[in-house]
């Protein structure tokens, strides 16, 4: 048995994004046997606002399928810009300090810091080292690095204080693991020896998550017709996804009626994505959907949309990818020819030119056109899931790794 700490701005029951790995690897491991805490903040992504039944300024203690959850008080802004991220992310290393410095007295064999934020590592590593505890720093996206690189935060000089920071800290880590083969090698780039560093894949349920057979109630709901091919995109709405670039799509296909639109999500740019789509028949906003009826919704998809900003597209892998594979339909992603998502998707999908909306509707269109070539894709998708992305695999990997690192 391991006695495991964890810490993070994002948890259950956040539904999508990094909340929802952390705790289905925190439930995963607790059933497995091993001492499960976790340190985290208010409920609050992708909405950006405090979730119903949570306060924003109250620290509270509850039990979670077998994890001790400590919840820790998080300013989250009306108005998202660099500066209020930047307060808001402090606010969590400032307010889960002292509940993280107090868990030292359980004597945890590995304390378990999960990037993003990365703002939040140093008192992790201070936990671990006051405690005698391993220390494992996971990324789940380069947040420093992507900021700069979309233009959230600016000044060269910031950017070069952030980044040696972030150096100095990395290195006093014990293991450092990231979610793609890309990501690990910028990880040697900011000085993680390969011995300390670590591919820790995300997953997916691919029992929960599987092509369904016959007919899906969420068509009937959203009014859409059997023989309409659903273009679905779903996940995050911010500044990271790119996601402007299907209002081109869509307005450059609005004259063909086989084709209809599907944006589900929540966000910081919600509000602006649903005035965009106001104005386009072709298009339907809807909200998040629960948990249970998410393989509705993938399945909803006879082709998935991952649109992601080439400035970013090594910085981040993004999560809703698994999902997407699992549920067996194809995906048009605007990824560069060299990054993780077009490696990936490669096989399975269509990759095109980040800035290029005539490239992606000509290729939305021609999937729409080849039922074939969309059931070879879909499939392709399904069968790297059930080899690659196994969420027992995985999990049953990284246990191996974390008893590994605890006995050295």
């Known amino acids: 048995m391991v006695r495991i700490l964890i810490h993070g701005i994002n948890y259950t029951p956040e539904l999508i994004g990094v909340g929802k790995y952390t705790g289905e690897m925190a439930e995963w491991l607790a059933a497995r046997g091993h001492e499960v805490r976790m340190v985290t903040a208010q409920p609050y992504y992708p909405a950006w606002r405090i979730g119903d039944g949570f306060s924003a300024w109250r620290y509270q203690k509850e039990c979670l399928n077998g994890v001790t959850v400590f919840r820790c008080p998080l300013w989250v802004p009306k108005k998202l810009n660099g500066p209020t991220r930047l307060i808001h992310l402090l606010s969590f290393a400032l307010s889960s300090m002292p509940i993280l410095i107090s868990q030292v007295f359980n004597r945890p064999h590995v304390v378990f810091s999960i990037a993003p934020a990365f703002f939040t590592t140093p008192v992790a590593l201070l936990a671990a080292r006051l405690s005698g505890a391993k220390a494992w720093l996971h990324i789940q996206d380069f947040e420093v690095d992507a900021a700069f690189a979309l233009g959230i935060l600016k000044m060269t000089k910031l950017r070069r204080a952030i980044g040696s920071l972030e150096t100095?800290?990395?290195?006093?880590?014990?293991?450092?693991?990231?979610?793609?083969?890309?990501?690990?090698?910028?990880?040697?780039?900011?000085?993680?020896?390969?011995?300390?560093?670590?591919?820790?894949?995300?997953?997916?349920?691919?029992?929960?998550?599987?092509?369904?057979k016959g007919s899906n109630p969420m068509r009937k709901k959203l009014d859409i017709d059997s023989d309409t091919i659903v273009a679905l995109y779903s996940g995050s709405m911010g500044q990271k996804q790119g996601i402007e670039i299907l209002f081109d799509v869509a307005q450059k296909l609005k004259s063909n009626p086989?084709?209809?639109?599907?944006?589900?999500?929540?966000?910081?740019?919600?509000?602006?994505?649903?005035?965009?789509?106001?104005?386009?028949?072709?298009?339907?906003?809807?909200?998040?959907?629960?948990?249970?009826?998410?393989?509705?919704?993938?399945?909803?998809?006879?082709?998935?949309?991952?649109?992601?900003?080439?400035?970013?597209?090594?910085?981040?892998?993004?999560?809703?990818?698994?999902?997407?594979?699992?549920?067996?339909?194809?995906?048009?992603?605007?990824?560069?020819?060299?990054?993780?998502?077009?490696?990936?998707?490669?096989?399975?999908?269509?990759?095109?030119?980040?800035?290029?909306?005539?490239?992606?509707?000509?290729?939305?269109?021609?999937?729409?056109?080849?039922?074939?070539?969309?059931?070879?894709?879909?499939?392709?998708?399904?069968?790297?899931?059930?080899?690659?992305?196994?969420?027992?695999?995985i999990l049953s990997e990284f246990e191996i790794s974390l008893q590994e690192l605890v006995n050295q």
């Open 168 to 212: 100095l800290i990395i290195k006093h880590f014990d293991r450092v693991s990231t979610i793609s083969n890309l990501m690990v090698k910028t990880l040697w780039k900011k000085g993680v020896s390969k011995t300390r560093s670590l591919l820790f894949l995300n997953w997916v349920d691919t029992e929960a998550i599987r092509p369904l």
């Open 258 to 393: 086989k084709i209809k639109f599907v944006l589900c999500g929540e966000g910081s740019a919600c509000s602006r994505i649903q005035s965009m789509a106001s104005d386009l028949t072709n298009v339907i906003c809807i909200p998040l959907q629960p948990v249970d009826r998410l393989n509705y919704l993938l399945n909803l998809a006879d082709i998935h949309l991952l649109p992601q900003r080439a400035d970013a597209a090594d910085l981040v892998m993004p999560s809703k990818l698994t999902g997407i594979l699992a549920s067996g339909r194809p995906v048009v992603t605007t990824s560069n020819p060299d990054t993780q998502v077009a490696q990936v998707v490669h096989s399975c999908g269509i990759v095109v030119n980040p800035e290029d909306a005539d490239a992606f509707a000509e290729s939305l269109l021609w999937l729409a056109e080849q039922p074939q070539e969309r059931q070879r894709l879909g499939e392709a998708g399904r069968n790297f899931a059930l080899k690659k992305l196994s969420k027992d695999k």
